[in-house]
C-alpha cells in the first residue's frame, strides 16, 4: 500500500463528455504526476503538478488539464472525450526537495469512452 | 529524448526458474532506474531502483544493476514463483530543472507455471 488513492475505479463516458478523476496524495509528499496507460502499453507521463501548478507536461494535448489543491491532492480533467482517451490513468506522488524522488503510484482510473 | 527498451515478451518459466528480463536505455544526463510491477487489475508498485551507476537495486529476491557502460538494468531473480506472475516495466527518471517524470518501457509479462 503506497497511500495514494484514487476516485473513482471505474468509469464510462460517451465521445464528447467532460471527466474529471481525482487523486490523493500519500502523506508527506507534495507532487503530483498523471499518466495514461492505454492497454497493453507503458503508461505515458501526461504532467506534473507541484506547488498547486503546472510543473511540466508530455505530449498531450491543452484538453487534457488539472489542479492541485493546498493539501496536494490533484485533479485531472479530460474535456471532448474520444475513444482514444480509453485508458487506464494513473497518479503517482513523490516528494520534490530531494534529488531524483521516487514515485509512488496510486491504482488507476480505468476510463472507457463509448 | 529519453527512451527505455525491454526484451519483447511473453516470458512463460516453470516455478523455480531463473528469470532475466532485459532492459536498455536512452537518456541524457544521469537518471535514475526503476523496476515497476503490476499485478492484475492494479496500479504500479515500486519493485526495485538503482540511482547512480554500479548500484545494485534489489527486493524481494528481484535484483538489478546500473551499468551505464551498457545503458542497461537488466532485472534477475534466481527462482521465480507462481506469486510473481504479473507485468514489469523498466522506467528512468529524468531530473529538469525541477520536474522528474518517468519514461517507461512497453512492459513484459511474466506468467510462472507450477
Known amino acids: 500500500e503506497t497511500g495514494v488513492t484514487q476516485s473513482p475505479t471505474h468509469l464510462i463516458k460517451t465521445r464528447g463528455q467532460q471527466v474529471t478523476l481525482r487523486c490523493s496524495s500519500q502523506?508527506?509528499?507534495?507532487?503530483v504526476s498523471w499518466y495514461q496507460q492505454a492497454l497493453g502499453q507503458g503508461p505515458q507521463f501526461i504532467f506534473q503538478y507541484y506547488r498547486e501548478e503546472e510543473n511540466g507536461r508530455g505530449n498531450f494535448p491543452p484538453r487534457f488539464s488539472g489542479l492541485q489543491f493546498p493539501n496536494y491532492s490533484s485533479e485531472l480533467n479530460v474535456n471532448a472525450l474520444e475513444l482514444d482517451d480509453s485508458a487506464l490513468y494513473l497518479c503517482a506522488s513523490s516528494l520534490i526537495g530531494g534529488v531524483q524522488e521516487t514515485q509512488y503510484f496510486g491504482p488507476g482510473t480505468r476510463l472507457l469512452v463509448l | 529524448g529519453n527512451s527505455v527498451t525491454q526484451m519483447e515478451g511473453p516470458v512463460t518459466l516453470s516455478e523455480e526458474a531463473f528469470l532475466t528480463i532485459n532492459c536498455t536505455y536512452t537518456?541524457?544526463?544521469?537518471?535514475?532506474l526503476f523496476w515497476y510491477v503490476q499485478y492484475p487489475g492494479e496500479g504500479l508498485q515500486l519493485l526495485l531502483k538503482?540511482?547512480?551507476?554500479?548500484d545494485k537495486g534489489s527486493n524481494k529476491g528481484f535484483e538489478a544493476t546500473y551499468r551505464k557502460e551498457t545503458t542497461s538494468f537488466h532485472l534477475e531473480k534466481g527462482s521465480v514463483q507462481v506469486s510473481d506472475s504479473a507485468v514489469y516495466f523498466c522506467?528512468?527518471?529524468?531530473?529538469?530543472?525541477?520536474?522528474?517524470?518517468?519514461?517507461f518501457g512497453k512492459g513484459i509479462t511474466l506468467s510462472v507455471r507450477p
Open positions: 502523506s508527506g509528499h507534495n507532487t
Open positions: 537518456a541524457t544526463g544521469y537518471p535514475s
Open positions: 522506467a528512468l527518471s529524468s531530473y529538469t530543472g525541477a520536474n522528474s517524470k518517468l519514461t
Open positions: 538503482a540511482t547512480k551507476a554500479d
